[in-house]
């Protein structure tokens, strides 16, 4: 397989991304790489470059001395304060000039985490970074490089969103990447192999969520739309699916999937609240009809087996 390159740059962010990848598992991070045939020009955890053999780095890829296949930017792009990029400085330069002089020669272009999709952090109104995504701003195209902008193998930029992102949305495109095969993007330009079904798809708590058997705590065993603010039927990912550290995920471990894969995340609400008018959840499952919905889910609560709801009361008298 012929070696592609890859060149991280953080900006906007916590590292939170870089974080997540390095617990890749089975193969680890290293090997998933060495067998993509990856070599990797410079990642911030990974390489030890001097800043002078950075910059040199830089130039050679600016000038197309250095090839690029893979341009993965973690973070926001930071257009504040007022504009000037300021707040986020390569060489005491805007980062965001760096940021655009390289996807310029990049083959592929990965938005790596929420903040690089669709701005996450520091990216909502009235916040002085300015955050925003590299093609989109939450859920409007456009964003840094504009919505008709191409990599050099005229593809759009790649969204993996994510706070952070599962190790193996990166995986496992790459892999199609590197393989030469399809890669389906979905409405916001993420790879559908890893972002085409909800949190919600594979949850073991689906069957309490089916007949209406919800918590009002954490802690204990039912569904936690309802009442504890879960957003797994609105998020699209692939967390119960691919467990993370092959091991869990957050509603396994009782706790409400925040929609951080979402365009708006983080919300304005309170994580562990559901929102409701009139006692109903505001925000229903995507696609579904508001009033056909809830007299399904009071018929199924009417309808729920006997030794569910047991098991459930049992579990919500003893906490
Ligand atoms: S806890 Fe969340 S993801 Fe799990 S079944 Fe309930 S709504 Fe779906």
Known sequence: METKTLFWLQSGGCSGDSMSILNMDEPDLFTQFKHMGIEVLWHPSLSCLSPMEQDQLIEKILSGEQKLDYFCLEGNVALGPNNSG???TYRGEP???LIAQLAAKAEYILAIGTCATFGGMGSHANDEMQGVGLQFHHNEKG????????SASDFPIINLSGCPIHPKALELTLNLLIRGLPLELDDLNRPKVYYGISVHNGCTRNVSHEFKLEDTKLGEDGCLFFNIGCKGPTTRASCNKYLWNEQSSKTRAGVPCFGCTRPDFPMPEPFYVTEKIAGTPIE????????????????????????????HHEKTQND
């Open 86 to 88: 300021m707040f986020d």
């Open 95 to 97: 980062k965001k000039d």
């Open 143 to 150: 964003g840094f490089l504009g919505k008709n902008f191409r």
């Open 284 to 311: 229903l499952p995507e696609g579904i009809d508001r009033a056909a919905y809830l007299a399904y889910k009071d018929m199924a609560a009417a309808a729920a087996p006997d030794y569910l709801r047991k098991a």
